[in-house]
Nanobody, 121 residues
């Protein structure tokens, strides 16, 4: 199983972007997902998470600005980022430890290649 993040790009301060993360195998349902980000020269930081019951958690630095959600089938996880700041510039990655397809569960440490978000005027 591989995850793929997309949706990054260049945006001006105050702007918005929506990132997406899906699994490589079609139809895999995501039971839990976390977003992380890593700025140049910095450690990787937790950004947000969502689990199958819809519960979400956020880093203090993004609360009120970022929203994590899933599509109806829970095959795609989104990270809506509003009021972006230059400090949000980083490579954003998605990570999951639980996915399933029917009755088959996939448990592990699955990461997607990151997507670059640059906030600059």
């Amino acid at each position: 199983v591989q995850l793929q993040a997309s949706g990054g790009g260049l945006v001006q301060p105050g702007g918005s972007l929506r990132l997406s993360c899906t699994a490589s195998e079609s139809g895999l349902t995501i039971a839990s997902m976390r977003w992380y980000r890593q700025a140049p020269g910095e450690q990787r930081d937790f950004v947000a998470s969502i689990i199958s019951d819809g519960s979400t958690t956020y880093a203090d630095s993004v609360k009120g600005r970022f929203t994590v959600s899933t599509d109806n089938k829970k095959t795609t996880v989104y990270l809506q980022m509003n009021s972006l700041k230059p400090g949000d510039t980083a490579i954003y990655c998605c990570n999951s430890d639980r996915l399933y397809l029917g009755s088959a569960w996939y448990r592990g440490d699955y990461w997607g290649k990151g997507t670059l978000v640059t906030v600059s005027s």
